[in-house]
């Protein structure tokens, strides 16, 4: 049998030490210096010291002011505690100062005033709709829609009374062998007033100098001589534009209603073809 040294059985307990007796010593320490950092820190689960002016109301309990009205419930929120990292349970009780700290003596309700109500909606968002109205739509606008407005089919003087004249006999003449005359205040002011107008006074300047050489050159008979000839009027036809020429038997008339006589040229729009007719007027007196 061999023998066992004292060597041996000092490095036998000192395994044993090593393998169970340290782990159990540096927990045993461990523990005692958490439980120490706890006592000494400040806790995180300590609430600031109420206000005096200041009433916490649990649940919904109606305040009165001095007068003896009911004051509105304002319901309260506990708070919230923050925690910091695993906590750990500790040995035993462990004392904190508020837990140690006198309660403070509530205030009488009748001099404290309630703070005012705050309205907090909680919910859908205000774009959205209730689920009863999310099908109907609101009817479109009616819409009012002036007439219309007739186009301008004349511009111009136009004669009172106007009667075709056919008769075979009378004065031959042409329009390049009469004066042009300048009448005062021409066109009249119904064109001048008007842009539809103006505009149409235009149009028959126009044509007027386009086709100037047939209408100038064109053989025409009136009823009593004619020495004179100015623009008097347009029309507006579907498919031509006319314009009529005042014809005058003075060479220097002042006004429109001295005219005798008009001669009428239709130009087709289309052909350009120019056809014309005469008619006898009843001058002022």
Known sequence: MPTITAAEIAIVVTAVLLLYVAPFLLTVIEGARRRRQQ???????????????????????????????ALPSVPTQEPVEAWVGVRQPAAGP????????????????????????????VGREPSQTPAAHADEVAPPAAVEVAPPTPPVRYAG????????????????????????????????????????????????????????AVISAADLVAPCPIRSVCLGGCERGPSHTSL???????????SPEQAVARVVFAIDSAS???????????PSA
């Open 39 to 69: 006592l000494w820190a400040p806790s995180p689960f300590e609430q600031a010291e109420a206000p005096i002016d200041e009433v916490r109301v649990s649940g919904t309990h109606q305040l009165e002011s001095g007068t003896g009205s």
């Open 94 to 121: 462990v004392a904190t100062p508020a837990d140690d700290a006198p309660a403070e003596p509530t205030p009488p309700a009748s001099n404290v005033s309630a703070p005012p109500a705050v309205h907090v909606s």
């Open 157 to 212: 003087y136009e004669p009172p009374v106007a009667t075709p004249f056919h008769a075979s006999k009378g004065y031959r003449f042409r329009l390049e062998d009469l004066h042009r005359a300048r009448l005062a205040d021409w066109p009249p002011d119904s064109v001048h007033s008007d842009p539809a107008h103006q505009q149409l006074w235009t149009e028959a300047e126009r044509l007027a100098a386009a086709h100037d």
């Open 244 to 254: 009529h020429y005042l014809l005058f038997p003075d060479l220097w008339p002042a």
């Open 272 to 282: 350009g073809a120019i056809a014309h007719s005469v008619d006898a007027l009843q």
